[in-house]
């Protein structure tokens, strides 16, 4: 997929910002954590390999290396016997940090990019017999989508990028391509045979979920968890492109109504619904994205407080965020509060319950409203294909952006009459098309044309082909009678007793701190 790349210094390159910083220079805390990570992998111990990668290279990290990047390979590989696979995950490592706390050049991007293939060509060609933690596994692929991202950004940026940077593009124009980057995520899903492995899971004849993908006969869950993780990763892809048919094929192996190994990382676990939810509202699904956004909104509500010493607290809280503006979206255009939680519905009418009740308005200012909250929340969409290096060197990292932004601006549009038929469906079981035309300014044939439209933007097409209403009012026309079925969600009355259950229990709690005269 992509030759390995060169460079005088050999190994990775050092040239870097940070003034003093020697890369060849390895302090002690350094070399005491690369050997014992070493040996611990080498033992197959997870769960001190876990705490060092999510406690002490954050530690270190925030210790002696906030702006500068870590030791280079190179001066850390004798530490480590120069094992192969070890080093590789090493600069998966260093370039994430490098990531996250610097600016990386275009060549070090390029040099990210050739890694990755070194590892994954490891893992989908050699014999892998290690087991990694699945929030290491998660990282991988989840680092990995994003630096295409993030290079697919960088790259779009044509008129600030100097000559020698030109020239890089063209000379490595295979790096971060899109078609290598969806070659690698499809065949650690096809060479995992995770697909397989979840039908049987569903027969009883393999347990993956139950483990949460460890393999505790003494194999590895490297390939299979990277695999697994690679569907949430097409999905995400599939949606920066703006293909959100194809990305929710790639999860249908996951069924994400049950607990499974996504669940078993909260960054695996927002991901995965955040990108399902707003594949589902851009298809129309509204009712199926309310289910999901409500279901992590509550299950966030109730988590976030254990994660707040974690390195992904600040995402969770930015994806809680803007999931509720997607929850608003949703909302406003398929309202149905029925189907979201107390507490989530609390939170979100605190948030964004004026804007809502201005965007069931559809005039300019409800389109801003619909604007400004799609820009907020959606993903960062990319054009993947490179630039034309002969034509005058433009911007275009907006271009997206802006054909999503307009393709569902265009869909809010289409709405507008829709509202008002809402509104008077609501009122009446039965209706004459002449009255109904009357109120509302129209024309019979119009009418009908407009009810047309009410029965085809409520119904969307599910991922089994099958149509499906998200309507809370439906109706049919009985020669020049409207007739009304108003569709009644099941109450819960589970949730209604458990709520006076936690109620009566306050109360007595009250009671016996009353000390009685």
């Known amino acids: 997929m992509a030759a390995p790349y060169e460079y005088e210094e050999g190994g990775y390159p050092q040239e870097t910002d940070a003034v003093g910083y020697d890369p060849n220079f390895v302090p002690d805390s350094v070399k005491s954590f690369v050997v014992h990570l070493y040996r611990h992998i080498r033992e197959k111990n997870v769960y001190e390999i876990h705490q060092m990668y999510e406690t002490s290279f954050q530690t270190l990290s925030e210790r002696m290396f906030k702006e500068t990047p870590w030791p280079s390979v190179d001066a850390v590989a004798p530490y480590v016997d120069n094992d192969h696979v070890f080093c590789l995950l090493y600069r998966e490592m260093w370039f994430r940090h490098l990531y996250a706390r610097l600016s990386p050049t275009l060549r070090q991007r390029i040099d990210s990019w050739d890694n990755y293939c070194s590892l994954f060509q490891v893992v989908l060609h050699g014999v892998v017999n290690m087991q990694l933690p699945n929030q290491w596994l998660w990282d991988m692929v989840d680092e990995f989508v994003y630096q295409f991202q993030a290079f697919c950004q960088y790259r779009a940026k044509m008129k600030s990028k100097t000559a020698e940077e030109i020239a890089l593009l063209r000379q490595y124009d295979q790096a971060w391509n899109v078609y290598g980057v969806l070659n690698f995520l499809q065949a650690l899903v096809e060479k995992s045979t ?25 194999g590895s869950n490297v390939l299979k968890v990277l695999g697994y993780f690679s569907m949430i990763g097409l999905l995400r892809v599939h949606c920066l492109l703006g293909d959100y048919h194809t990305g929710l094929k790639c999860l249908r192996p996951i069924d994400i109504t049950q607990q499974g190994v996504y669940t078993s990382v909260i960054g695996s676990h927002i991901t ?6 707003f594949a589902n509202l851009m298809l129309r699904r509204y009712v199926e994205a309310i289910h999901e956004f409500n279901k992590i909104l509550l299950y966030i509500y109730k988590t976030k407080q254990y994660h707040q010493k974690s390195p992904q607290y600040e995402q969770i809280l930015k994806k809680n965020e803007q999931m509720y503006a997607l929850l608003a979206i949703a909302l406003s255009l398929c309202p149905q509060v029925k ?11 605190e948030k964004y319950g004026e804007k809502m009740a201005r965007m069931l308005r559809y005039d300019e200012e409800a389109s801003a409203l619909y604007d400004e909250l799609f820009s907020y929340a959606c993903p960062k969409f990319i054009t993947p294909s490179a630039p034309s290096f002969e034509e005058p060197l433009v911007n275009y990292n907006q271009d997206a952006y802006r054909l999503q932004l307009k393709m569902f601006l265009y869909e809010v549009k289409q709405q507008q009459l829709l509202a008002g038929v809402r509104s008077y469906l609501k009122v009446y079981s039965t209706i004459s098309l002449g009255k109904l035309a009357n109120y509302m300014d129209l024309d019979e044939p119009n009418l009908r044309a407009v009810l047309m439209t009410y029965k085809h933007k409520t119904h969307a097409v599910d991922s089994d082909g099958k149509i499906i209403s998200n309507a809370d009012v439906d109706f049919y026309i009985d020669e020049d009678m409207v007739r009304v079925v108003e569709s009644k969600s099941a109450k819960k009355y589970g949730d209604y007793f458990l709520r006076q259950i936690v109620k009566l229990e306050g109360i007595m709690t009250d009671i016996d701190r009353i000390k009685l005269e």
């Not at 039908?199 to 505790?216: I, N, P, S, V």
């Not at 995965?272 to 939810?277: E, R």
């Not at 189907?339 to 009418?349: A, C, D, I, P, Y």
Request: no cysteine.
């Open 194 to 218: 995770i697909i397989q492995i979840l039908e049987r899971e569903k027969e009883g004849l393999e347990e993956f979920t139950a483990t949460d993908g460890y393999d505790y006969s003494g």
């Open 272 to 277: 995965t619904i955040y990108h399902y939810g």
């Open 339 to 349: 189907l979201v939680e107390e507490t989530v519905n609390s939170q979100l009418r």
